[in-house]
């Protein structure tokens, strides 16, 4: 059988191609599309039993429905979550709708700790300057982490690895979460409200999932009770952060840095190449222009381990729906 997959990178191709071509159940064939799905893209798959689809594909009923109507009967979705599926819809049309559940959580903390000390050490700055042969030191001075305290919002599995790291630079641990970690209280850490977090922390990573009681989790009150030189990390998910008050507290001087790996009007943005067209995003632009803040596009999850296990899993839940099994990758049908 010939598979459809959207949003598929030159890194990825070749990956994915031999995943399907080698599994036991197969071989399969693989049509890699670097174009996201959308209700633009989607008229392509007409004829394809199983597409596969990127973290940042449309899979809104819409979507869906012109997946359906084309004789699409399955959707694997190359990503953990899935705020963007339907599964309404899914339901009703009768897809089965797989996403993967689970995947190295090193490749996301250990990306946080490089954008971290990437601000805290100006380390973007510092690779400019020696380009054009400025090798002066000044306005590069970092902080060190060891003795400084850690906040970490969200201690499943991305923070419980982000603060494995932070112990290992001899931090102090505070944490924030609806159930404690047994392994972060072990290493120490102290879960504490979150305004306690927010005023004490040097360092503040976000590791919360985006629902309606995260989001903007990050405030203007939020930003204002931080101290002046914390460091702050968002590599979860964009909408964590109210970006218009952060702008208006990096305008004011604050912050020895901010790293960002998602923003929350990414969509549509990232991962695509605008270098040559105006910029239409005005908080973005702005953003960027920061000497203390590095933004990146959501690549904390692009390692070879992470994208091998996310591609491996799609390959099986693929295998599973030819099979007729569930799994704990299966969104739609719901489980008996
Ligand atoms: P996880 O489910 O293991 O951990 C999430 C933690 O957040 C849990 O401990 C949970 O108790 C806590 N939590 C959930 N709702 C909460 C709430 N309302 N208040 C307080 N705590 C709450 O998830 P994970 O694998 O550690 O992933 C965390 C997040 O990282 C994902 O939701 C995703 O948004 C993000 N992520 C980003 C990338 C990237 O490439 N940038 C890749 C993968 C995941």
Not at 140 to 168: S, Y
Request: net charge negative.
């Amino acid at each position: 059988m010939e598979i459809l997959a959207f949003g598929v990178t030159a890194d990825e191709e070749p990956l994915l191609a031999r995943a399907f071509r080698d599994h036991s159940e197969g071989p399969h064939e693989v049509r890699c599309l670097d174009v996201f799905l959308s209700e633009d893209t989607a008229p392509i798959a007409a004829g394809y039993e199983i597409v596969s689809s990127s973290v940042n594909g449309d899979l809104s009923g819409r979507v869906l429905r012109i997946l359906a109507a084309g004789g699409t009967r399955m959707v694997a979705q190359r990503s953990t979550g899935f705020n963007n599926v339907d599964l309404d819809e899914a339901r009703r049309l009768g897809l089965t709708v797989s996403r993967v559940a689970s995947y190295s959580p090193y490749s996301v903390a250990e990306f946080a700790w490089a954008l971290a000390m990437a601000v805290n050490r100006r380390i973007v700055r510092a690779s400019h300057r020696t380009r054009d042969f400025d090798f002066r030191l000044n306005g590069l001075m970092g902080r060190d982490m060891h003795g400084r305290t850690a906040g970490v919002l969200g201690t499943g599995r991305i923070g419980e690895a982000f603060t494995r790291i932070a112990h290992g630079f001899g931090m102090n641990l505070l944490g924030w979460d609806l159930v404690p970690n047994p392994a972060c209280v072990e290493l120490g850490m102290r879960y504490v409200d979150k305004g306690e977090l927010f005023a004490e922390a040097d360092l503040i990573s976000l590791h919360v999932p985006l629902l309606d009681s995260t989001h903007h989790i990050v405030d203007a009150a939020a930003l204002k009770a931080m101290r002046d030189d914390a460091v702050l990390v968002n590599s979860s998910r964009g909408g964590l952060i109210d970006t218009e008050a952060l702008v208006t507290e990096l305008r004011a001087g604050r912050f020895t840095g901010v790293g960002l790996d998602v923003y929350e009007a990414e969509a549509g943005l990232f991962f695509t190449d605008r270098s040559l067209e105006a910029v239409a995003d005005d908080t973005l632009a702005r953003l960027v222009t920061f000497p203390n803040v590095v933004v990146t596009s959501h690549q904390a999850y692009y390692t070879q381990d992470a994208v091998g296990q996310i591609i491996a899993t799609t390959v099986r839940n693929v295998a599973d729906y030819m099979a007729g099994r569930r799994s704990e990758n299966t969104l739609v049908p719901d489980a008996a």
